[in-house]
């Protein structure tokens, strides 16, 4: 090969090399999200990643609790290092954000949030098993779960539900003391519902003691117990979350 030859080869060598470097420099644009001025958010838990039926569905139309999850989704680094197969049992959790005239799909699988790079990332962060926790919790309800307050979310427990009704805050300085409420709805398994009120100022809010009537043929009068600053272990509540305690 003539010495033109060998330096013609080596140049195109070059230049694809080049040219591939930057193909593979390109995911660093990419992100979790076109929009982010969302109204909807569907969460849809499938049977599995081989079975489409979906066994539980919620919406949250509270469009500062969609930002908040939008906000905490983009900490999670957006080139997944590793691609990952699954069973054909994995688990599968659908997010659907409808923002503007568009809907963009975030899927979990087997609690792992897959990335704008179709990869995942390594080992499971903080936030990623916090969000994971959180989505699982509003999907399927129970006692001593951690909750975060979405407005008109109805969080349907066996017996009786609760939703989120919002809160008010009021600044009544220099004359008192400033005051924040927060309101819930409690509906029984007879449809009778209750408003409680959580108040609080120059001191916590205050655990609630709730009677509920549940049960099918048989009506049992129940207690619960609702926290907004913390759980009884100790663990911060206030201000995102609440709790329901048996």
């Given at each position: 090969?003539?010495?033109?030859?060998?330096?013609n080869?080596?140049?195109?060598?070059?230049?694809?090399?080049?040219?591939?470097?930057?193909?593979?420099?390109?995911?660093?644009?990419?992100?979790?999200?076109?929009?982010?001025?969302?109204?909807?958010?569907?969460?849809?838990?499938?049977?599995?990643?081989?079975?489409?039926?979906?066994?539980?569905?919620?919406?949250?139309?509270d469009?500062?609790?969609?930002?908040?999850?939008?906000?905490?989704?983009?900490?999670?680094?957006?080139?997944?290092?590793?691609?990952?197969?699954?069973?054909?049992?994995?688990?599968?959790?659908?997010?659907?954000?409808?923002?503007?005239?568009?809907?963009?799909?975030?899927?979990?699988?087997?609690?792992?949030?897959?990335?704008?790079?179709?990869?995942?990332?390594?080992?499971a962060?903080?936030?990623?098993?916090?969000?994971?926790n959180?989505?699982?919790?509003?999907?399927?309800?129970?006692?001593?779960?951690?909750?975060?307050?979405?407005?008109?979310?109805e969080?349907?427990?066996?017996?009786?539900?609760?939703?989120?009704?919002?809160?008010?805050?009021?600044?009544?300085?220099?004359?008192?003391?400033?005051?924040?409420?927060?309101?819930?709805?409690?509906?029984?398994?007879?449809?009778?519902t209750?408003?409680?009120?959580?108040?609080?100022?120059?001191?916590?809010?205050?655990?609630?003691?709730?009677?509920?009537?549940?049960?099918?043929?048989?009506?049992?009068?129940?207690?619960?117990?609702?926290?907004?600053?913390?759980?009884?272990?100790?663990?911060?509540?206030?201000?995102?979350?609440?709790?329901?305690?048996?």
């Amino acid at each position: 090969m003539k010495k033109q030859e060998i330096l013609n080869f080596i140049f195109s060598f070059l230049a694809l090399f080049f040219i591939f470097s930057k193909t593979e420099a390109a995911p660093m644009n990419r992100s979790w999200f076109d929009n982010t001025s969302c109204n909807l958010l569907e969460i849809k838990k499938l049977k599995s990643i081989s079975d489409r039926d979906v066994i539980r569905s919620i919406e949250i139309r509270d469009v500062n609790a969609i930002k908040n999850l939008i906000d905490r989704i983009e900490k999670i680094p957006v080139d997944g290092d590793m691609m990952k197969q699954f069973g054909p049992e994995a688990e599968e959790i659908s997010l659907f954000f409808h923002c503007g005239n568009k809907t963009q799909e975030i899927g979990v699988y087997e609690r792992r949030f897959k990335t704008p790079s179709t990869g995942f990332n390594v080992g499971a962060s903080k936030v990623e098993e916090s969000l994971y926790n959180d989505i699982d919790a509003l999907l399927f309800p129970d006692f001593n779960k951690l909750f975060l307050k979405i407005e008109d979310l109805e969080l349907v427990f066996i017996g009786f539900s609760v939703t989120y009704k919002g809160s008010v805050f009021k600044d009544f300085a220099p004359e008192t003391i400033q005051t924040f409420t927060q309101k819930f709805l409690i509906t029984d398994s007879t449809k009778n519902t209750q408003v409680i009120e959580v108040r609080s100022g120059q001191v916590p809010p205050q655990a609630k003691l709730i009677e509920v009537k549940r049960g099918g043929l048989r009506l049992l009068n129940s207690k619960i117990k609702l926290l907004t600053y913390q759980t009884d272990k100790d663990v911060r509540l206030y201000p995102d979350y609440f709790q329901i305690v048996h």
